[in-house]
């Protein structure tokens, strides 16, 4: 069982960048398409980025395009967001997620592995 943890969250003022990172704990990780996702307080679950399993292809919500950056690195079993240009709305827990599949997973796919999430904050 593929096990995912988060990195790489925290305080950052509007306009700030911050990197996330997703380290799965399993050699088949680079089988495995990624997701990100965020949830903020009293809202639904949010999709915000997805890469193939060897990252060939990539897709972003309307509302981080341009901004955020999705990347992998399979030889450290790490993924990774990138996040430039943070506003106060970006402010969430940021989750990653796996699933066992060469194609490219929809946005807000239910993925079978997840990560226990990294606080995200965007506020001056």
């Known amino acids: 069982q593929l096990q995912l943890v988060e990195s790489g969250g925290g305080l950052v003022q509007p306009g700030g960048s911050l990197r996330l990172s997703c380290v799965g704990s399993?050699?088949?990780?680079?089988?495995?398409?990624i997701g990100w996702f965020r949830q903020a307080p009293g809202k639904e679950r949010e999709g915000v980025s997805c890469?193939?399993?060897?990252?060939?292809?990539?897709n972003y919500a309307d509302s981080v395009k341009g901004r955020f950056t999705i990347s992998r690195d399979n030889a450290k079993n790490t993924a990774y967001l990138q996040m430039n240009s943070l506003k106060p709305e970006d402010t969430a827990v940021y989750y990653c997620a796996a699933e066992f599949t060469l194609r490219l997973p929809p946005l807000n796919y239910d993925y079978d592995y997840w990560g226990q999430g990294t606080q995200v904050t965007v506020s001056s």
């Open positions: 890469i193939s399993a060897n990252g060939s292809n990539t």
């Open positions: 399993d050699f088949g990780f680079g089988g495995h398409a």
